[in-house]
């Protein structure tokens, strides 16, 4: 076999495709793979370049390989498909990873550790149990308003509802309903007890690292931004400045620029959609705060309140604790209350 220099690998669930190429750029293997002949194949070769898009079990590969001596490059997939030629399939992907991950301008994503993965894991697990939570109490709602019970919105209006089911001298509910509505009611009460369990699991992983504990102290940052900060961001100073970092958030507005004329729309809404969503609610709340204490000590954001809708600022100020964040993150500093806000 030819000394092989750069290898694109496409991962898959059981079957894993190679293409190789030699140090003058010419094809030295190509052949597909099954799961448990991965890293027996990579501990015959001497070290070389592994390029693999970034996915879910992208992270897990690149430990594997970088334990084995060879250094791996992580890319988004949006970056790698524009170099599949003709039709798509697992040798020509292969073929794919392997000519981007030689290109200098080419974007990486920094290898996550398993710690990092199992806090990301909390927060999606307790994500899922906060969209189930809701459907449970949208299928309560529905049921009863079938039959012409209604409660207020909020957590008061279900509590109401559910005092009815459990009440058997009302008549409006039929003797099935009630079994449905009970059977639903102690999803509820465990949806929302696993909720809190998680919530615990957050602030105790928050407690223990050390970035974390610096991010809080963000306005509008808590602990559960921060601990997912710490955990998506492997690496900080892949970002060149806090404004590509707010970019891959999304938030930043959409262009459509052309012939000089700058053009910006709405934001962009690309990258990390959890994280977009946890700084917006942060700015919420900062906003709410300030609206109830004055924004005397706040002069930039009683400005931009002046001028625009609250959500408009909202959009601005989560773009401005993004900065932040990252500033915090890549420099290991402190917040500093600026002087114009120090109460």
Not at 248 to 256: A, D, E, H, S, T
Not at 313 to 328: D, E, P, Q, S, V
Request: with cysteine; aromatic share 6%; hydrophobic share 45%.
């Amino acid at each position: 076999m030819k000394t092989i220099a750069t290898i694109g690998l496409d991962i898959a669930k059981s079957v894993f495709q190679v293409h190789g190429i030699d140090a003058e750029g010419k094809v030295a293997v190509r052949k597909q793979l099954k799961r448990a002949r991965v890293l027996p194949f990579f501990q015959k070769l001497a070290p070389c370049v592994v390029g693999i898009e970034a996915c879910a079990s992208s992270h897990y590969w690149s430990r594997e390989l970088q334990a084995l001596g060879h250094t791996v490059k992580l890319m988004p997939p949006a970056y790698v498909k524009p170099y599949v030629k003709r039709q798509k399939n697992d040798a020509a992907d292969a073929e794919a990873i392997c000519e981007a991950v030689q290109r200098p301008n080419m974007r990486f994503v920094p290898t996550k550790t398993a710690e990092q993965q199992s806090c990301l894991m909390l927060h999606r697990a307790r994500h899922l149990f906060i969209r189930q939570q809701t459907a449970v109490i949208n299928s309560i709602r529905a049921y009863l308003a079938e039959l012409g019970i209604v409660a207020p919105v909020g957590r008061k209006g279900v509590e109401e509802l559910l005092c009815a089911v459990a009440d058997p001298k009302d008549e409006r509910i039929p003797d099935i309903t009630r079994e449905c509505i009970e059977a639903l009611g102690a999803l509820l009460f465990k949806l929302k007890a696993q909720i809190l369990e998680f919530d615990r699991r957050i602030n105790a992983w928050h407690r223990s690292n050390e970035t974390s504990r610096r991010l809080d102290e963000i306005p509008g940052v808590g602990p559960a931004l921060a601990t997912a900060l710490v955990a998506t961001v492997a690496d900080p100073k892949a970002f060149r400045s806090g404004r590509d970092f707010s970019a891959w958030i999304g938030l930043v507005p959409k262009q459509n620029s052309s012939g000089g004329k700058e053009r910006l729309g709405n934001i962009t809404k690309q990258g990390e959609r959890y994280l977009r969503s946890l700084f917006c609610a942060g700015a919420l709340s900062v906003i709410r705060i300030a609206k109830i204490r004055g924004t005397k000590h706040r002069p930039w954001l009683a400005k931009l309140l002046s001028t625009k809708p609250t959500k408009v600022a909202a959009i601005a100020l989560a773009n401005k604790l993004a900065r932040m964040a990252w500033a915090l993150m890549a420099k290991g500093t402190n917040y500093k209350e600026p002087i114009a806000m120090a109460r």
